[in-house]
């Protein structure tokens, strides 16, 4: 979870001389940047370097990304007529750098190591074009979301198809497996998630059904709608720290697969933390099959890299113990 930025000395260097969409631009840097965990960390699949805006430029949007802040956007959308201008993305002219990127990360890689692809969710991204930047009550969106349903469902599918043809792309190129990042639903009502949400995040599992990767569905403080976003579509569901993971699995049904969820903050903390924190993941989940241990939200900026690589050492070691 956002392994392949920010906090990786490597990564900042590279920083240091290119923005991050100049670097999200630039295949063969994209390409090292998402590298450089596998060979630094040791963790055991790659993460696509990209941004969840990029595929919106295609769209016809205009934004920054500000440092701390995330994305801010030039022209967003403030009624039916702004919705009706946004275009349809074609992949391969709008984000032929992300297409390149992930052939050479794919050239790159050991064969045994997954790269996984993303893009953000139609609501997630949503809020971003509604708000103009991040939001602490996302009232712009909700208001929009419950006065204006014919700009809403319109901005919605949009949103999804343009995401279901960038997926496709992603998987031609190479990608083994996809993330749909719904980072801010949790803001939402379960009533809420599945009469506004669910129908557009599930059209795009739908949609990926044929090209046969695993799909891992993603939020954060989604605690009262696990059963939603997994009736919306994923074989994976992504889930935070704010639940116990044996109690979020329970909810969701075991035929489901489950990833997450130590604090990410955690990180921040000395190894007996880290390891008592890890532990209480790997403990509630008994082995089970189909868990991928992972943080539940991103990286934090200044989380030290030995931190980072002592954990992934102490997860690899304990979960050979289990599964012998
Ligand atoms: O592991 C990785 O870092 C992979 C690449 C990646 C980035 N963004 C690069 C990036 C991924 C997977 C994302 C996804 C993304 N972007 C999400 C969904 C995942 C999540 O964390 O919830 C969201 C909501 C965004 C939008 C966005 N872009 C935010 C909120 C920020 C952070 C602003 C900040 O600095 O606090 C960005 C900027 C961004 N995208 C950075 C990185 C590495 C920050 C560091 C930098 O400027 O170099």
Redesign the pocket.
């Known amino acids: 979870?956002?392994?392949?930025?920010?906090f990786l000395p490597e990564?900042?260097k590279i920083?240091e001389k290119h923005?991050?969409i100049e670097?999200?631009k630039n295949p063969e840097l994209a390409a090292e940047?998402?590298t450089q965990?596998v060979e630094i960390l040791g963790v055991d699949a790659a993460?696509?370097?990209?941004?969840?805006?990029l595929p919106l430029e295609g769209m016809g949007v205009k934004y920054k990304?500000?440092?701390?802040?995330?994305?801010v956007i030039e022209n967003s959308i403030e009624n039916f007529q702004n919705v009706l201008a946004l275009t349809a993305l074609d992949p391969n002219s709008d984000v032929p750098y992300v297409l390149e990127a992930v052939s050479i990360i794919k050239k790159k890689l050991d064969p045994h190591v997954p790269l996984i692809g993303?893009c953000?969710a139609p609501f997630?991204l949503a809020t971003?074009l509604i708000e103009g930047h991040?939001t602490r009550d996302f009232s712009k969106t909700k208001r929009l979301m419950y006065s204006d349903s014919k700009s809403w469902q319109l901005l919605m599918q949009k949103i999804s198809s343009s995401m279901v043809s960038y997926l496709k792309a992603q998987v031609k190129s190479g990608v083994d497996a996809v993330?749909l990042?719904d980072?801010?639903v949790g803001c939402l009502s379960p009533e809420d998630y599945v009469k506004y949400v669910l129908p557009y995040s599930q059209e795009i599992f739908d949609q990926l059904r044929d090209t046969n990767v695993p799909c891992i569905h993603?939020g954060?403080g989604t605690s009262e709608i696990l059963e939603k976003m997994k009736q919306a579509g994923g074989h994976v569901i992504g889930v935070d720290w704010r639940i116990p993971i044996d109690v979020a699995w329970q909810k969701l049904g075991f035929e489901v697969a489950i990833q997450g969820n130590l604090d990410p903050a955690v990180l921040l903390g000395d190894f007996s933390l880290i390891r008592r924190k890890a532990e209480d993941v790997l403990s509630r989940v008994a082995g089970r099959p189909g868990h991928i241990f992972n943080l539940g939200?991103?990286?934090l900026?200044n989380t030290p890299q030995k931190n980072v690589i002592e954990l992934v050492n102490f997860v690899h070691e304990r979960t050979e113990e289990t599964s012998t």
């Open positions: 979870m956002r392994q392949a930025g920010r990564y900042r920083r923005g991050i670097i999200c940047v998402s965990p993460i696509l370097f990209a941004d969840i805006m990304i500000n440092e701390g802040l995330g994305p993303f953000g997630t971003y991040a993330q990042f980072s801010w993603f954060t939200h991103g990286l900026p």
